[in-house]
């Protein structure tokens, strides 16, 4: 398995030119500047994504995935076709569970 930050590295060619790979935050800017940082210095990871920032939550409310209980939303992945439609997703209560790269890009191999 890849690296966190290195998930937009491992699309081929064909998936680079039709795929965006992005992450959202509930931080705001500067909190999310110095998350990389952290993660850049702590584990040697740096994001090949852009990291969005979402402080007001419109889009983490919007997918409903916003942890009430620690006030931050649940580890998810999207897949989302070019019309919109989420065609795979990832949701998880655990905040320590995420979904391997291999998983993610089974699931955009079968966008094609």
Do not use: C
């Not at 419109?58 to 620690?70: K, T």
């Not at 905040?95 to 094609?112: F, H, K, S």
Request: hydrophobic share 35%.
């Amino acid at each position: 398995m890849a690296q966190l930050g290195e998930l937009a590295s491992l699309l081929d060619e064909g998936q680079k030119q039709s795929v965006q790979v992005l992450a959202v935050s509930p931080d705001n800017h500067e909190q999310d500047l110095q998350l990389l940082d952290k993660l850049e210095k702590a584990k040697g990871v740096r994001l090949d994504y852009p990291l969005l920032s979402d402080p007001d939550h419109r889009v983490i409310d919007r997918y409903g995935i916003l942890n009430p209980g620690r006030g931050i939303p649940h580890p998810s992945t999207y897949v989302i076709d070019e019309e919109g439609i989420v065609r795979w997703m990832f949701l998880e209560t655990d905040y320590t569970v995420r979904p391997g790269n291999e998983e993610v890009l089974q699931a955009l191999q079968a966008l094609d």
